[in-house]
């Protein structure tokens, strides 16, 4: 699934190649928009919060979407062969000078500007809000901490508590604090958490690479995260991994059983 920062810099690209300019050829090809056709109207903004798409509109409207396990956006020229196949095409967006085509996009809704609250104001705190400062840290804070029994890994992933988090910073996150994923919320510094969160997703969310590492090589980017059976990067024993969360939340969750102290499956 698609992390924060990834649905960040589309989000950026997006903005960039559209806003202030009017659009030539806007199709919706999903069952509840096929008829609605956005040519003409002019955009006014594109911005992500936490894993969801916001295209607003000079009539008014905003075009929401969401990447859910496989969506993203692409951006060509015209005339420029499209990198994926028709029929996963869910939207065409177009300009006089580019053309955003978005694949494999479940969720879709257009809706009045006024109404966004309606489809992200569930969210928890972005942790990519440029307005980010101590007022949504603590909300944050307060929000991971309201169930002090869950499992912390659980609860980084809960987008209505803290949101852009998957399970990729959610793993890394875990080992640079030298925890276990299965760690009660009670017995962790939740506000380290959050900072080290952040920290992650704005050091990504300029590139597609995601790197926790600090490193860009390959096979250089991540501590523990799909590793498993090899050595920990910083201890040398064999990372390993089990399933966390229940039905269809369930997520392969990585780790190292030295450098992570805590309660394992």
């Avoid at 806003?19 to 096929?34: A, D, F, I, Y």
């Avoid at 916001?54 to 929401?64: K, P, V, Y």
């Avoid at 992933?157 to 988090?165: E, F, I, R, S």
């Avoid at 300029?206 to 050595?231: C, F, I, K, M």
């Amino acid at each position: 699934m698609p992390e924060g920062d990834t649905v960040y810099l589309a989000g950026r690209r997006l903005h960039a190649a559209l806003t202030r300019q009017r659009l030539v050829r806007g199709e919706l090809r999903h069952p509840r928009l096929s008829t609605v056709d956005l040519a003409g109207r002019r955009v006014l903004s594109v911005r992500s919060v936490g894993k969801h798409l916001l295209i607003r509109f000079d009539d008014g409207t905003t075009l929401h979407t969401h990447f859910r396990m496989d969506g993203s956006w692409h951006l060509y020229r015209p005339g420029e062969r499209w990198r994926g196949p028709v029929h996963q095409v869910r939207a065409v967006l177009a300009t006089e000078h580019r053309v955003a085509v978005g694949f494999r996009l479940h969720d879709m809704a257009l809706v009045p500007t006024s109404e966004e609250h309606r489809l992200v104001g569930h969210l928890g705190p972005d942790l990519l809000d440029p307005v980010w400062g101590r007022a949504q840290e603590d909300e944050a804070v307060r929000r991971l901490t309201r169930v002090p029994d869950r499992e912390v890994g659980v609860a980084l992933l809960d987008q209505t508590a803290v949101a852009g988090l998957g399970n990729l910073y959610k793993t890394e996150v875990c080992f640079l604090l030298g925890i276990s994923p299965w760690t009660p919320v009670s017995d962790v510094d939740v506000r380290a958490a959050i900072r080290w969160s952040r920290k992650l997703l704005l050091r990504n969310a300029a590139r597609p690479e995601q790197s926790t590492t600090g490193e860009l090589g390959r096979d250089a980017q991540h501590w523990v995260y799909e590793r498993v059976g090899r050595p920990c990067r910083r201890c040398g024993e064999v990372v390993r991994s089990a399933p966390q969360g229940g039905g269809t939340r369930a997520r392969v969750t990585y780790y190292c059983p030295r450098c992570q102290s805590g309660p394992y499956p």
